[in-house]
Structures are given as structure tokens and as C-alpha cells.
């Protein structure tokens, strides 16, 4: 069910964001990405964009796999 609320927020962006027309299709371009790891690769991508610290997600990665 998490992963239903994260892809269908993540659908929604993609449609804004001019990579999908339709919101099925945006579901599942949202759910390939974070199966595959990609979402989590731009996520890590966008905070060293913004001058943060992957530090915290790293921690996650090592304890969650």
C-alpha cells in the first residue's frame, strides 16, 4: 500500500512533467522506476543537485538493502 500512495504521487508528477498523456501510463513509468531503482537514483541525484547530503539515504540503503 505504500508503494500504491509513493507510484501514484510520483504518476502524477510525470504527467506534469510532459513524460506521460495518460495517468495509467504514468503509473507505470512511476512503478518501473522505483522497482528498478531509477527513483531512487534521482532522488539521491537531486540532493546533491540542491547542495544537501545523501548521508541519511545511505544509512537507509545499508540498513534496508
Do not use: M, Q
Amino acid at each position: 500500500p505504500e508503494w500504491d500512495i509513493v507510484a501514484v504521487n510520483a504518476a502524477a508528477g510525470i504527467i506534469v512533467g510532459g513524460k506521460a498523456d495518460e495517468f495509467a501510463y504514468g503509473l507505470e513509468l512511476a512503478r518501473e522506476s522505483i522497482e528498478n531503482g531509477e527513483a531512487y537514483k534521482k532522488l539521491k541525484e537531486l540532493v546533491k543537485f540542491c547542495g544537501g547530503s545523501t548521508a541519511r539515504l545511505e544509512e537507509f540503503e545499508e540498513k534496508y538493502g
